[in-house]
């Protein structure tokens, strides 16, 4: 067909196949799908690493959550103080341990003693550090006890350090061998215990040495523990 007769009928002229027999369409096609297959591969390969990384996070995020404050497993409630018989032996739960290594402390084993811990009073309400509480009444028998106040965080190393707590043989007592600590933040005359902190929540721990109550938590009630009162909040 020569040129003047495909002017007349209107056909297109026929390119040459490129050398190779390989059509433009061919190669783009060709490219693309190596291009697609790379960015599947990379996208797969990404989604992992990302899941693997949120469940790092989670993970870390979860176990400081579950290790920053007491023991989140393993309490006796009795009113307002919780009991905790096993952190110190050796089936202790995981989490458990897991605080005490935090906290860098030495629990008190069923044969040595009792771990108390309270962070609301007699009526539920949170301990604050902005309030006034009175503690007292009776404890139970052990050959020595300290009674300890902590807040939540790290202190500020700017304050002046006060007493933290209590010990069984420096108390003072009534005639009739009760006692009755009060926490606050102005001085107050007889036990005084400031608080630990200017704000927020606080919690309090009585440890009970050489105890028989120790390996029968079920023998204590609300009678047999100190009273958390909550005497006024400041505005």
Known sequence: MNALTRMMTGARAERPAPAGGTT?????????????GFLRRTSRTGFVLYALALGAVLGLASA???????????GTTIGAWTAWPKTGSTDADPYSRAVNARRGEIP???GEGLLLTAA????G?????GCTYAIGGVVPPARAWTLTIAGRGAADPAATPLREGF??????????????I???????????????????????ALRLYDTPVAA??????RNTLPAITRLGCSR
Not at 24 to 36: K, S
Not at 120 to 123: E, G, K
């Open 216 to 221: 029968s938590v079920g023998s204590l009630d």
């Open 182 to 204: 009060t926490i606050g933040r102005d001085v107050q005359s007889g036990n005084w215990l400031p608080m630990p902190r200017p704000k927020g929540p606080v919690r309090l």
């Open 167 to 180: 010990t069984s043989t420096e108390i003072l007592r009534g005639d009739d061998d009760r006692f009755v």
């Open 120 to 123: 609301t009073d007699n009526d």
């Open 64 to 74: 400081d959550f579950a290790t920053r404050g007491g023991y989140p497993f393993g």
């Open 125 to 129: 309400r949170t301990l604050d550090a």
């Open 24 to 36: 433009l369409q061919e190669r783009g096609a060709r490219i693309g799908g190596v291009l697609g």
């Open 108 to 110: 008190l084993a069923i």
